[in-house]
Nanobody, 124 residues
Framework: QVQLVESGGGLVQAGGSLRLSCAAS????????MGWFRQAPGKERDCVAA????????YYADSVKGRFTISRANAKNTMYLEMNSLKPEDTAVYYC?????????????????WGQGTQVTVSS
């Protein structure tokens, strides 16, 4: 069973950048497809990006395409989310998620393991 810990959140001005990390332990990281989700107050938790086991396939929500980049370093058991040109509407708690599967998936129910989340706040 894999455990996930997010880091890198914080307060940033609109137009700024942040890099989130998700450190995994307790499992063979390269066996898990991974995703980044976010949840703003009063809203559902949605997938912003996902990545395959090898990193060769990715998914992005339309709202973040061209601004966010998902990547992973299997040798370091870590996944990343590079966030550029941040907007106030990107403010949310960001969660990383893992699932023992192959294809890239973006639906919340397809992920079995979750981190505790890290807060990202973008000021205008």
């Amino acid at each position: 069973q894999v455990q996930l810990v997010e880091s890198g959140g914080g307060l940033v001005q609109a137009g700024g950048s942040l890099r989130l990390s998700c450190a995994a332990s307790g499992g063979t990281f390269s066996n898990y497809r991974m995703g980044w989700f976010r949840q703003a107050p009063g809203k559902e938790r949605d997938c912003v990006a996902a990545i395959s086991r090898s990193g060769g396939s990715t998914y992005y929500a339309d709202s973040v395409k061209g601004r966010f980049t998902i990547s992973r370093a299997n040798a370091k058991n870590t996944m990343y989310l590079e966030m550029n040109s941040l907007k106030p509407e990107d403010t949310a708690v960001y969660y990383c998620a893992a699932d023992y599967g192959i294809a890239v998936v973006s639906r919340i129910w397809e992920y079995d393991y979750w981190g505790q989340g890290t807060q990202v706040t973008v000021s205008s």
